[in-house]
Structures are given as C-alpha cells and as structure tokens.
C-alpha cells in the first residue's frame, strides 16, 4: 500500500452538513432572480438540457478513464477521480452560473436531473469505469446510493428554496430585488470560508503529497470545463447556456464522493485526498472563472 493512501483527513460530517445548509441558502438567494417561464424556456430548448446532463453522466467519465490512461496516476489516484467524475453536479454549479450571468433555470434544472440519475448512474459509472481499467481494478468495490437519501437531499438543497425564492420573488418582488445583492456576499463569503477552513484542517496532508494531486485535479477539472465550453459552442448554443453547460460539467459533488469513500473504501487515503481536493479546486477554478465572465458583456 502506498504511503499516501494511510493518511486520514480530518473528515468532519457536521461541516458538511453545514455546506448543505449554505448551499439551500445560495440556492433560495438564485431563486429570488428566477421566473417560471425561464424554466419552462430552458425544457422547450432541451439541446443544452441533453449536452449538460450526458456531458456530465457519459462523457466525463469515458474522458477520465482515457486521462488515466495517458497519466498513470498511483491507483488509489486514479480510484478517486473515477469516483468524481462518477458523481453527480454539485450544486456549487448553480451559484457560478448565476454569478456569471448563465443561464440559471437551465443549470438548477440540469443539476436537479443530474442528481435524480445519479441514483442509478453513479453505481453504474463507478463500477463499470473502475473495473475495466486495470489500474483500479484491484481496488474496486461496489458502491450503493441510498435513493431516499439522495432524493431528500433534492427536496432541501434544491426544491424547498427554490420554491420559497419564487414565491417570494412573485409576492414580493421589491424585497427580493433588494435581497439579491446582500444574498450574493453572503454567499461568496461563506464559501471563501469553507475553503480556507478546508485547506488548514488537512494542510499538512495536502502539503505532504501536494504533488500527486494538485496537477492531477487541475487538468482534469480544466479538461472537464473546456469540454462544457467546446461543446456547447460547436452546438452554436447561446453564451448564457454555454456558462451554464460549461459549470454543469466542471463542477461536481465531492461531498458526496468523500462520504462514499469513507463508508466503502475506509477513508482510503489516496481517494480521498484527491476527492476533498477537487472540492477545494473546482471552487477556486469555477469562480475564478465565473468572476472573469461576470464583466464581460453577454454576446
């Protein structure tokens, strides 16, 4: 066993519990911005509904297998990003977008999809992915999602405050319009926070072997967003629906990796580094990046 996959990171549920609970905020602050009819645009138009959701579900995961391929990572490594890439869409996603100007009916809507799928596909991807190359097959092992769980965690991180925003916003639209920008700081605050509280809790860990993951991370999470992009584009979908597409597939749910790992795996230290490490990344790479689009002009 490699050295890297005896570490233990400093895995605390309750933190992530407490992601959650931002996130339902984020998602009730996006809601006070949208309308019905941008949902309903967004299911009349469904090429971007498609690219997001078999972006995200086929083709990432087949695009990880072949980067394994060409960089060999050690195969706990190689385990992890298979494991992300299996994942559904964080719902990070639908913050960047909307701080990007995206289209945000089209991103709550693919990431809700995403999530629903990831029931059966997540299993599917992760064993079927996960056995065939033969750097991870030795390390495999079955996976379950509790389909209960994953839809009560639909209802609260997505349906309850998005229905709450929008009736909010319908009600009462002087306040929501007034709510948006506080909501906005609030958000982009609180997820600084978490990043730093991240980074000091398994720092040492991180720095131990900052080696094997951090070119690993960044080219795969890049190679995932240049995909949503490239795609996109080559479809002549809008610029809205390209920011959304592109966030759709660069972003996923770690968290729900890291509790895999630590309930089927035992915390297998190389998994679960490069996963906790994709969490930390694709925050910083996707708001860097929805920063950037929030001053440029839409086309």
Known sequence: MQAIDQVTLQFNPSALLGLNIVLGLVMFGIALDLKLKDFKEAFSTPKGLVLAIF?????????????????????????????????PAGHVSNFLTHI??????????????????????TPINFNFW????????????????DALHMLKDIGILLGIPLVLGMLIASYFPVF???????????????????????????????????????????IHNALALITGYTLSSLLKLPERDKRAITFEMGIQNSGLGLILIFNMFSGLGGMAIVTAWWGVWHIVSGGALAWFWSKKQLN
């Open 130 to 145: 996960g056995n065939l190359h033969p750097i991870t097959h030795s390390l495999m092992r079955s996976i379950e999602i």
């Open 55 to 87: 972006g995200h579900h086929v083709l990432f995961p087949a695009m990880t297998f072949a980067l394994i391929s060409i960089i060999q990572p050690i195969p706990s490594i190689a385990l992890g990003m298979i494991l992300v890439s299996a994942c």
């Open 176 to 218: 929501a319009q007034k709510a948006q920008k506080p909501m906005k700081r609030f958000s982009m605050v609180v997820f600084a926070s978490f990043i730093v509280i991240a980074l000091v809790a398994n720092f040492k860990n991180f720095m131990n072997y900052i080696e094997f993951v951090v070119m690993v991370v960044a």
């Open 100 to 121: 990007s100007k995206g289209n945000a009916a089209l991103s709550v809507s693919a990431s809700a999809i995403s999530t629903v799928l990831a029931i059966f596909l």
